[in-house]
């Protein structure tokens, strides 16, 4: 008797997957323009975070959602933040730091929890939990035939950006969220084969 788990359509469901996990690749917020995703294809892609693996189930990561109107705080947290690094920065760095808040039509902050927890688990599994997490929604995303980036930066965990994001100091801000409609494509980048990441004992 065999002991397979394979079905009939198996392999070609797990081709297909793969097939639409390498139609997926970063868009800079500059590119992603409006439509963003309307309220449904949002639930659908929070409801992928979900499905992520989460050791202990503890719940290590949260989403915090930046709206049209929250834009404007989040550019002046980005120049404060900017200005703490350095505060002689010129109007010009002020203004490319604001203009940062603006850009994609949908701005979504992943923030990872790191409060002892029962089981205790180790911050690096709750990274992986929350990387899982995000992929589940970038891959989500590209169903929807929307595009997506991750993007991050110097001002992720300053003061004035923690303090508009309402984090707990067990709490940081790991990256953005950048989703909407590409405007722009660029080709697609080369993938490693297996063989150079996958060995064995
Ligand atoms: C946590 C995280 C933060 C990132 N921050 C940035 C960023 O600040 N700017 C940027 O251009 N890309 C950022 N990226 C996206 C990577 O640059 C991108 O994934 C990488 O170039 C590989 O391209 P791919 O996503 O198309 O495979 C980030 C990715 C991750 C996982």
């Given at each position: 008797m065999s002991l397979t788990t394979e079905t009939p359509t198996a392999h070609s469901d797990a081709q297909r997957l793969l097939h639409h996990m390498?139609?997926?690749?970063?868009?800079?917020p500059k590119r992603l323009v409006v439509p963003?995703?309307?309220?449904?294809?949002?639930?659908l892609i929070f409801s992928a975070a979900a499905h992520a693996p989460d050791h202990g189930r503890i719940q290590p990561w949260r989403f915090i959602m930046v709206p049209e109107h929250r834009r404007?705080?989040?550019?002046?947290a980005f120049v404060r933040a900017l200005l703490q690094r350095d505060p002689q920065a010129s109007l010009e760095q002020r203004d490319a730091a604001r203009d940062k808040a603006?850009?994609?039509p949908c701005l979504v902050v992943a923030v990872l929890s790191d409060a002892p927890s029962e089981p205790p688990v180790p911050r690096a599994e709750k990274l992986v939990s929350l990387g899982c997490a995000l992929q589940n929604m970038l891959l989500v995303t590209q169903t929807l035939n929307l595009g997506s980036g991750l993007t991050?930066?110097?001002?992720?965990?300053?003061?004035?950006?923690r303090e508009l994001l309402a984090l707990s100091p067990h709490e940081e801000a790991i990256c953005f969220l950048n989703l909407g409609t590409v405007a722009s494509h660029k080709p697609a980048r080369p993938r490693a084969e297996a063989s150079a990441f996958?060995?064995?004992l």
């Open positions: 390498a139609r997926r690749s970063h868009v800079a963003g995703p309307d309220n449904g294809q949002l639930t404007a705080d989040l550019g002046e603006f850009r994609a991050s930066g110097q001002a992720m965990n300053a003061p004035a950006l996958v060995s064995s």
